[in-house]
């Protein structure tokens, strides 16, 4: 075991190395070795949501580590260890973790009764507010990343308007604001949970204490799924009435009728008893057509506003910041601007590309110290024009869908109702709705002239089936690279 211990040790220091300190803190500090065998390595965790979330987001990266430190090792499993039914005390490690961060990380309860959240794809627990002086500046809900802050936030012409909307609700406590709902929208990667998530922080350390909530769309959904199973669904709703900020990221994931027309209640009595909601989807509120109308409508309301792609200045901008914070932990740290600017230039898709470039050279730079131009286009080639991607045509979807599941395209728009053809015909509606700017009308035109709620009905399925089954989700990314080679 020995030998595994050490492999499992190397592994850690490197994945915090590629993570930072605190992300690492946050996700992998209670994961243990739990057993390893000549192949499979096997690691715990003492919830299954910490399970479930590091699965979906870094267990590609763990394996990767794994098979550099050791070729034999071919899977890497992460297990839930077995509970203890002890005291329900916060542990020390979380009570010291929770003092240096924004978010509260409650343990979990025991009893039914005990209403506690956890969050799918976040890993922190949602508990019944708590009352009295242990209320104060806290932000109940996703744990937040401290680095995602006001001050952390650059400013630009592209989201100078959506800046100020939320420093105006982060300053303003518990009172009341003149936009209501905020629904803040753009395409990935151009800081939309940044801008969320700074304003949970800063409204937290308002002067007047408000509760703040900040959650996912994801998150709501399962957890009042999960009180529904319990019987718990009425502690889950009462426990976000007295709440003073609702701040949602990731609309266009909210699926299911009843959970819509829950969370369409929840919207209705903060909205109406002026406590402030945010809201941020990738598209804009009336284009989420799963959206329950009366969602939809409630979000249109208020105040809607696009964050745009980066310009050259708000992208320099961001090097810089990200070289600076970086040289705080290493002073011989020097990229020189030259490099800062034609990355810049070069990189034009959105900030989680950028920051993606900037990671590259900061690694490269360790055995390459004197990085050129032209060595700089070589490492960053896949990025450039990342964001001008091919125009995609409801046809190419069509074709390649067709040919990946040995279907015609003529069956594809025809009739036919077996299984073999209405599960292809699905995906490619909902790849023509996710992959292309077309209405659900002129989506079910091409597809032999169907309704629109067909088409609608085709989208919500394959997003509830890619929810539940990781294979689908592979198959569906599988075919988005297909069609936008």
Same mark, same amino acid.
């Given at each position: 075991m020995n030998k595994n211990t050490k492999t499992f040790d190397r592994v850690?220091? !490197?994945?915090?190395?590629?993570? /930072?300190?605190?992300?690492?803190t946050s996700w992998f500090g209670r994961l243990k070795l739990q057993s390893a065998s000549k192949s499979v390595v096997r690691l715990s965790v003492p919830t299954a949501f910490l399970k479930s979330w590091i699965n979906n987001k870094y267990l590609e990266q763990i394996s990767a580590l794994f098979s550099e430190e050791d070729a034999d090792i071919l899977k890497v499993e992460i297990v839930v260890r077995s =509970? #203890?039914?002890?005291? !329900?005390q916060v542990p020390e490690t979380d009570t010291d973790a929770a003092a240096n961060s924004s978010a509260v990380q409650p343990a979990p309860a025991q009893a039914r009764k005990d209403l506690h959240l956890s969050v799918k794809g976040a890993g922190a627990h949602l508990s019944t507010f708590p009352k009295g002086p242990q209320a104060a500046n806290t932000v109940i809900g996703s744990p937040l990343d401290p680095r995602y802050t006001f001050e952390s936030y650059v400013?630009?012409?592209?989201?100078?308007?959506?800046?100020? =909307?939320?420093? #105006?609700? =982060?300053?303003?406590? #518990?009172?009341?604001? !003149?936009?209501?709902?905020?629904?803040?929208?753009?395409?990935?990667?151009? /800081?939309? #949970?940044?801008?969320?998530q700074a304003i949970a922080a800063a409204a937290s350390r308002h002067a007047r204490n408000p509760r703040v909530v900040y959650l996912t769309a994801e998150y709501f959904m399962w957890r009042f799924a999960t009180a529904i199973r319990d019987n718990d669904a009425l502690s889950f709703k009462e426990s976000l009435r007295n709440i003073d900020l609702l701040v949602i990221d990731d609309m266009q994931f909210l699926q299911g009728k009843s959970i819509q027309h829950e969370f369409c209640h929840l919207l209705n009595m903060l909205l109406d008893s002026a406590r402030q909601v945010v809201v941020a989807a990738d598209r804009a509120p009336w284009e989420l057509e799963s959206l329950d109308p009366r969602v939809r409508s409630r979000l249109q309301g208020g105040v809607a506003i696009e964050i745009e792609a980066p310009d050259f200045d708000m992208r320099l901008e961001m090097l810089r910041q990200r070289l600076a914070i970086a040289q705080i932990d290493d002073g011989t740290l020097d990229i020189g601007e030259d490099i800062l600017a034609h990355v810049a230039q070069n990189i034009t898709s959105s900030g989680r590309e950028l920051e993606g470039a900037f990671n590259q050279l900061l690694f490269r730079r360790s055995f390459e110290p004197n990085l050129t131009l032209e060595r700089v286009d070589q490492l960053l080639g896949h990025l450039v024009n990342a964001g001008e991607p091919k125009r995609v045509r409801i046809e190419d979807i069509q074709r390649v869908v067709s040919r990946h599941y040995n279907v015609s395209r003529q069956e594809l728009v025809s009739d036919r109702r077996t299984r073999v053809i209405v599960k292809p015909r699905q995906i490619a509606m909902y790849l023509a709705k996710t992959m292309t700017p077309r209405s659900f009308p002129e989506i079910g035109r091409r597809f032999g002239g169907r309704d629109h709620t067909t088409v609608l009905h085709a989208v919500r399925k394959i997003e509830e089936l890619i929810n539940s089954d990781t294979k689908l989700g592979h198959e569906i990314e599988l075919l988005k690279r297909l069609i936008i080679e």
């Open positions: 850690m220091a !490197r994945l915090k190395a590629q993570v /930072g300190p605190e992300v690492f =509970a #203890t039914r002890a005291s !329900r400013e630009g012409s592209s989201n100078r308007v959506a800046l100020a =909307a939320a420093k #105006t609700i =982060a300053e303003a406590g #518990t009172g009341a604001v !003149r936009f209501n709902p905020l629904f803040i929208h753009s395409n990935v990667g151009l /800081g939309k #949970t940044h801008l969320l």
